[in-house]
C-alpha cells in the first residue's frame, strides 16, 4: 500500500508539472499568435488572443501592452491607456512612454476642451 501510494504521489506530482508546463506553452503561443496578426494588421483579431493570454496570466505585462496597442490602433483610447497603466505598473518601461504620449491631457490625439471654471453656488458676480 505503501508504494501504491508513492506511486499516486509521484503520478499527481508529474501531472501538475505537466499542466503547468502546458499552460505556459498555451499562453505563449497564445501571446506569439496576437503579435503576428499585430505584424497583419488584424488588431481585433489580435487583441482578442491577447485578452485570453492575459486571462490565463494575469501579470503578463508585455502581452497587456500588446493588447493595449491593439486597441488604440482600433481607436479605443480608454480601453488601450488602462493597458498601458497596468503594463508600466507591472515594470514594462515601453508602456511609460506610451502612457506620456496617448493617455494625458495633452497627450497625442487628444481633444482637450478648454475647462471653464465653475460658479460657486449663489454668488453674483
Known amino acids: 500500500m505503501k508504494t501504491l501510494s508513492g506511486f499516486l504521489f509521484l503520478f499527481l506530482l508529474g501531472t ?18 496576437g503579435v503576428a496578426l499585430i505584424g497583419e494588421k488584424k488588431y481585433a483579431e489580435a ?3 491577447l485578452d485570453q493570454a492575459v486571462r490565463l496570466k494575469s501579470d503578463y505585462a508585455e502581452a497587456i501592452f500588446a493588447r493595449g496597442t491593439c486597441s488604440l490602433m482600433l481607436n479605443e483610447r ?3 491607456c488602462i493597458d498601458f497603466a497596468m503594463a508600466s505598473k507591472l515594470g514594462w518601461k ?9 493617455c494625458g491631457a495633452d497627450a497625442i490625439g487628444r481633444k482637450v476642451k ?9 454668488v453674483s458676480k
Open 16 to 33: 501538475q508539472s505537466m499542466f503547468g508546463q502546458t499552460l505556459s506553452t498555451q499562453i505563449s503561443t497564445l501571446y506569439n499568435d
Open 47 to 49: 487583441r482578442l488572443k
Open 78 to 80: 480608454e480601453k488601450s
Open 94 to 102: 515601453a508602456a511609460d512612454e506610451y502612457v506620456t504620449k496617448y
Open 114 to 122: 478648454p475647462v471653464e471654471p465653475k460658479k460657486a453656488p449663489g
